[in-house]
């Protein structure tokens, strides 16, 4: 890795937990962290469970919310307190360790990739987390709409792609900040991963996947509290994308097509 500079460390675990003291804990617990590791864990919930059961760590920094400010603009929040050369978007409800995520730095810096997204497995099955924007040429409907499409690596090697969800993201903090972040504004929960990777294809930057790096997702466990609330967010956060990347015309062209579908 470079050489740091006094105040910035090597990475930055971020965490967002909301009503999963438990899985936080795990997640947390299972880390490992060095002198120049530090880890960010930011408390959207309504209580100080979590708080109340965290153990203290040097490189620990915790931020709780007074309300549920949202998965983007609590992931932002963290992003502005950071140090790392490197930052990890880390779900949850996701199960790794140091060492896995320093391997997937090693990779990302040996291929000069700026963003990089691992392998993650649900119940030893492959989840579709990386894809691509299509061309109008390659598929029509998904380059008027927007559409990701998402693959499935065969392989276990380093491919670039166009997206890749928000369960694990590794992405060098400058560029982050460069991009803008996560639109908060129009992304409470839902498509600002999606957004970001547009936005980053639309910069000419590509995100290496790298299936040598595997790691557990349990899935969508603080969204599958409230069905019908993570319903609204998805379709809130839908138009919102539709909108801002295709415009109005477009917004109103998908939501006819859905209503007689």
Known sequence: MATLQKDTCALSIIIINYKTPDLTLSVVNMLDLSPETELIVVDNSPTSELKDNLSQKKQLTYIKNSKNIGFAAAVNQAANQSRGEWLVLLNSDTKTDIKALQKLITIAEKHDAQVAAPQLVHDNQVEKSVGYFDSFTKHPLNSIFAR????????????????????????????????????????FMYFEDIDLSYRLKQAGISI??????????????????????????????????LAKHKGKVILRLNNLIHAFS
Not at 160 to 186: S, Y
Not at 208 to 213: A, G, S, T
């Open 148 to 187: 990701p499409r998402a693959i499935e690596a065969h392989s276990n090697e380093p491919i670039w792609v166009d997206l890749a969800t928000g369960g694990v993201l590794l992405i060098k903090r400058t560029l982050f900040n460069d991009i803008g972040q996560f639109d908060a504004l129009q992304f």
């Open 208 to 241: 290496l996947h790298v299936p040598e790096v595997k790691i557990e997702h349990l899935g969508g466990k603080s969204a599958d509290q409230d069905k019908i609330q993570k319903q609204k967010n998805y379709q809130h956060s839908l138009q919102n994308y």
